[in-house]
């Protein structure tokens, strides 16, 4: 234990963090490519055609993996900025603002591909549906909390506030997730859960993992080079960061 939390300690100052992201970068990347490649190809070509919806249903290989990026990213930046406000690491709120570009282009996407999916489901692009209103707030909450570090120019008061800001909205997460539990929705249930076995084909179901595995390596890739962006303009008055700045120019 006493090695990983040196590990930590010493991974969380900005100064070792920054070349071990510039590292980190390009195996992220590849491994998105890859997955991206196999898991489209799964979703599009392999996949059987579903009885009911037919091929329409192919998009859910988007939007679902998206919906789970949607949430998943905010707990992880609420995660971020609670470690953050609790041992006051400058990274921590660095890595959450880093996320939140990301976590809100896979909400849009989210919403976008549904709107594609409800047309021939429901016949309409929208409906005031407790999960896509939920899934909307998501949406707002992204964009607010990028507004709100934009307009504090203090990076200690954006810290504090861009955190308790997202450690409010982290109650509208499982209002998204259980809204088709808790109200009559248009939205179908869930066909992955952690308690049955999923209710579509094992191709179906492995083009959608691989699909949000590939989610997944895109968005460490991309928040590691915003990040590291982050890190140069926080850090800017620092020795080593001026060093790497002249090695730039």
Not at 176 to 192: D, I, M, P
Not at 230 to 240: T, V
Request: charged share 10%; hydrophobic share 55%; net charge positive.
């Amino acid at each position: 234990m006493a090695s990983i939390s040196s590990i930590w300690l010493k991974y969380s100052a900005p100064v070792t963090f920054y070349p071990l992201a510039g590292k980190l970068v390009p195996w992220f990347s590849i491994a998105a490519a890859l997955l991206f490649s196999l898991g489209l190809s799964i979703s599009f070509f392999v996949a059987p055609t579903d009885f009911q919806q037919g091929e329409a249903y192919r998009i859910i290989f988007i939007h679902v993996p998206a919906a789970w990026m949607s949430m998943f990213i905010y707990l992880v930046m609420a995660s971020y900025c609670a470690l953050g406000l609790a041992f006051n690491t400058r990274l921590s709120h660095m890595m959450a603002s880093a996320l939140a570009p990301t976590g809100a282009m896979f909400t849009f996407i989210a919403l976008w591909t549904g709107s594609f999916w409800g047309k021939p489901m429901w016949g309409a692009w929208w409906v005031w549906d407790a999960r896509l209103t939920s899934e909307l707030i998501l949406l707002f909450l992204y964009i607010g909390f990028i507004s709100l570090q934009a307009a504090i120019d203090n990076p200690v008061r954006r810290d504090k506030a861009g955190a308790v800001f997202l450690l409010v909205g982290v109650v509208n997460i499982p209002i998204v997730y259980f809204s088709v539990q808790w109200w009559n929705t248009l939205h179908q249930g869930a066909s992955v859960n952690m308690t049955t076995a999923p209710t579509m084909a094992q191709t179906m179901f492995a083009g959608m993992l691989i699909m949000a595995a590939a989610c997944w390596m895109y968005s460490i890739a991309v928040s590691l080079v915003r990040v590291r962006q982050l890190i140069l303009e926080r850090e800017c008055r620092s020795a080593w960061v001026t060093d790497i700045l002249e090695t730039l120019k």
